[in-house]
């Protein structure tokens, strides 16, 4: 059990995420980087979907108010227990009455707190994801903000602490011409895209703008221009659309994405690199990389391959 | 066949009752090496030889005894100087270090395990490279301990 001692909004209670309620106008929510989120979960035996603490602003601080592990992944935040420094991707014991802090991070954009036996908040529709459009889920379905009591699945924790894990930044890079890459799948509108705007698209270095958030990300570079105005009608939308609006300027759709949209869809950046762009901070550069079906089916296949092989090795340590 | 802490924990206390000094077994997957304590201390430190005179330290005002102290692996990986993607090692020698400070990384597999410093001392030195595979129990580095003299026993 924790008390949240942040006065900054925009951290939340999240899981994997709401699936199956897109029709119903239900997002999916869920962790912004799932990888980290699974891997935290992991680290502390619990089952690897459980609901954890997303930190999107910084810094950050909590207090323990029993004793017991916890797990921090994600975003590199020189976190500090007590003031003695964490190792990124790490699992630690705290005693009670010991400070959690987080600070700007150094690598990365969120930051995530796993407890045993997860976050404990009611599931809502099958998940404890934070809906804040609705204003469900999570814990009463908002920000956590200063003095709100969380509360762990697991009272009563043993085990072993202090050891981490290799960070899929780290064990999994992702890089194009120097830059970080972001794997992308054309979508429906694809070629209603001159040839020209769709090499620019694939050629040219992106900035993350400072329009982002968990609903989506805009980003900066050279304008993407249809052949021909194209007028659609609303259509159903996951996380991972890229759609361009008039302006030319592609916005990515993410984890709190609304369930429909009109704007014309570029692409799709593949699930397996969500996490990735989840974990590039505003003002950072990167490159868009295009691939297949097969290919982004492949890349999923490796996420899981990597978490694998980690609940593999844990089971030797926990 | 899967191995298990708690089975080699097992082997280990079946070893420590018989006078097989070390054991090894293995197959086309895993290999597993299990050697006994020859009697020594795990980080037992080298005397210091405080009958040649005063070590080079105790010159200086704070009045410090020095004594060499190993940093061994806990366990077979690749020794890391730094957390992944780290532009900074976490020492380096001449660094001073407390009790229970993390000096360095051990990576097993997707594993990182804790180096921790157990006396508050010095960083002397690395006798490993970051990234070179390591042994059970081969010294990574060591440290100056750095323990002052109890009153009364001043120089």
Redesign the interface.
């Known amino acids: 059990m924790i008390r949240w001692c942040s006065k900054l909004p925009l951290s939340s209670v999240q899981d994997l995420g709401r699936h199956g309620h897109l029709a119903s106008g239900v997002g999916t929510s869920g962790a912004m980087d799932q990888l980290a989120l699974m891997a935290g979960n992991l680290l502390l035996g619990n089952a690897p979907e459980l609901a954890g603490i997303e930190i999107q602003m910084f810094p950050a601080r909590c207090r323990f108010l029993q004793d017991g592990r916890f797990a921090l992944t994600g975003a ?1 935040c020189q976190a500090r227990l007590n003031g ?2 964490l ?4 699992l630690a014991r705290a005693r009670r009455g010991d400070v959690l802090e987080w600070f700007p991070p150094r ?1 990365g954009a969120r930051a995530y707190l796993c407890l045993p036996g997860g976050v404990d908040v009611p599931p809502v529709l099958g998940s404890r994801s934070t809906q804040l459009r609705g204003a469900f889920g999570g814990l009463d379905g908002r920000f956590l903000a200063v003095d709100d009591v969380v509360k762990a699945g697991r009272e009563n924790d043993e085990g072993p602490a ?6 899929p ?3 999994m890079p992702q890089e194009q011409k120097g830059l970080p890459a972001i794997r992308v799948m054309p979508a429906a509108e694809y070629d209603a895209f001159s040839a020209a705007a769709r090499a620019t698209f694939w050629d040219s270095e992106w900035r993350l703008s400072p329009q982002s958030d968990r609903y989506g990300c805009r980003m900066t570079g050279p304008s993407i221009r249809l052949e021909q105005p194209l007028e659609i009608r609303s259509h159903g939308i996951v996380p991972g659309v890229i759609q361009i609006p008039p302006g030319g300027q592609p916005i990515i759709q993410l984890r709190d994405a609304q369930p429909s949209g009109g704007y014309p869809k570029f692409g799709a950046v593949i699930e397996a690199d969500l996490w990735r762009l989840g974990q590039t901070p505003i003002g950072s550069r990167l490159r868009f990389v295009r691939v297949d079906y097969d290919q982004a089916l492949q890349a999923l296949d490796e996420n899981r391959q ?1 978490l694998d ?2 609940a593999c ?5 926990i | 066949m899967k191995i ?2 708690q089975r080699i924990a097992r082997l280990m206390s079946w070893l420590a009752d018989t006078h097989i000094h070390e054991l090894e077994w293995g197959d086309d997957r895993t290999s597993l090496r299990l050697r006994r304590d020859p009697g020594q201390s795990l980080r037992q430190a080298p005397e210091p030889d405080r009958s040649a005179g005063p070590p080079a330290r105790a010159a200086d005002p704070e009045a410090q005894a020095i004594e060499r102290i190993h940093v061994t692996a806990s366990a077979v990986g690749r020794f890391l100087d730094r ?4 532009s900074q090692a976490l020492v380096t020698p001449g660094s001073r270090v407390e009790p ?1 400070d ?1 000096v360095g ?1 051990l ?8 180096l921790r410093a157990e006396v508050a001392g010095i960083v002397a030195g690395h006798a490993v490279q970051a990234g070179e595979a390591v042994e059970y129990r081969q010294v990574i580095m060591s440290l100056e301990a750095v323990a002052a003299f109890a009153e009364g026993e001043e120089p």
């Open positions: 590199d003695r420094l190792p990124p991707w790490w690598i202090d050891f981490g894990v290799e960070p930044q780290s064990a990597w092989r980690l090795h844990l089971a030797m340590y | 298990d802490i957390a992944p993607l780290q229970g993390l990384l990576q097993a597999g997707p594993i990182l395990l804790p």
